[in-house]
């Protein structure tokens, strides 16, 4: 099985590596989970990819440190097949797009990462699904593998 992780659970992961603690509950909750989320897939023999473009999401910060990039860089390509942009992904993507305002302005990334999915059929698995919301296709699976719910206490 081949599945496309999207750029938050790799945020959620690699901030687990981090020698800082956590922020706040849900961000240590989302740092745990991914860590199992992915150790257990890798386990399972699941086939874990991302596109190109969560690569450029994952180094952009203007804050990360020398130390985090470079944790990222050796083993991004250990635990994942970075996944290229080809004719295909762009064109899926021009569609999205010219379909999305949305897209066109605010979550272009987000719009190649879908493409991705499409173009090369498989679940995106991400833990905010309404990135995607503005994706009109029949052929995008989403799937979150775990989402943070605060207790609700009245």
Same mark, same amino acid.
């Given at each position: 099985?081949?599945?496309?992780?999207?750029?938050? !659970?790799?945020?959620?992961?690699?901030?687990s590596?981090?020698?800082?603690?956590p @922020?706040?509950?849900?961000?240590?909750?989302?740092?745990?989970?991914?860590?199992?989320?992915?150790?257990?897939? !890798?386990?399972?023999?699941?086939?874990? *990819?991302?596109?190109?473009? *969560?690569? @450029?999401?994952l180094?952009?910060?203007?804050?990360?440190?020398?130390?985090?990039?470079?944790?990222?860089?050796?083993?991004?390509?250990?635990?994942?097949?970075?996944?290229?942009?080809? @004719?295909? /992904?762009?064109?899926?993507?021009?569609?999205?797009?010219?379909?999305?305002?949305?897209?066109?302005?605010?979550? /272009?990334?987000?719009?190649?990462?879908?493409? *991705?999915? !499409?173009?090369?059929?498989?679940?995106?698995?991400?833990?905010?699904?309404?990135?995607? @919301?503005? $994706?009109?296709?029949?052929?995008?699976?989403? $799937? /979150?593998?775990?989402?943070?719910?605060?207790? /609700?206490?009245?």
């Open positions: 099985m081949r599945i496309l992780l999207d750029t938050n !659970i790799l945020v959620d992961y690699f901030r590596q981090r020698s800082s603690r @922020k706040n509950q849900r961000q240590a909750y989302c740092c745990q989970q991914a860590v199992q989320f992915i150790d257990q897939s !890798i386990e399972q023999g699941v086939e874990l *990819t991302i596109s190109c473009h *969560t690569l @450029k999401e180094l952009q910060y203007k804050n990360i440190s020398a130390q985090e990039e470079k944790r990222i860089l050796e083993n991004l390509p250990l635990m994942c097949d970075i996944l290229d942009t080809n @004719k295909e /992904v762009a064109y899926i993507a021009g569609l999205l797009s010219r379909h999305s305002a949305e897209y066109r302005e605010h979550h /272009v990334e987000d719009c190649y990462i879908a493409a *991705t999915a !499409i173009a090369y059929k498989l679940p995106l698995y991400t833990r905010n699904p309404d990135d995607f @919301k503005y $994706v009109p296709h029949p052929d995008l699976k989403i $799937v /979150v593998p775990y989402q943070y719910e605060a207790d /609700v206490t009245s």
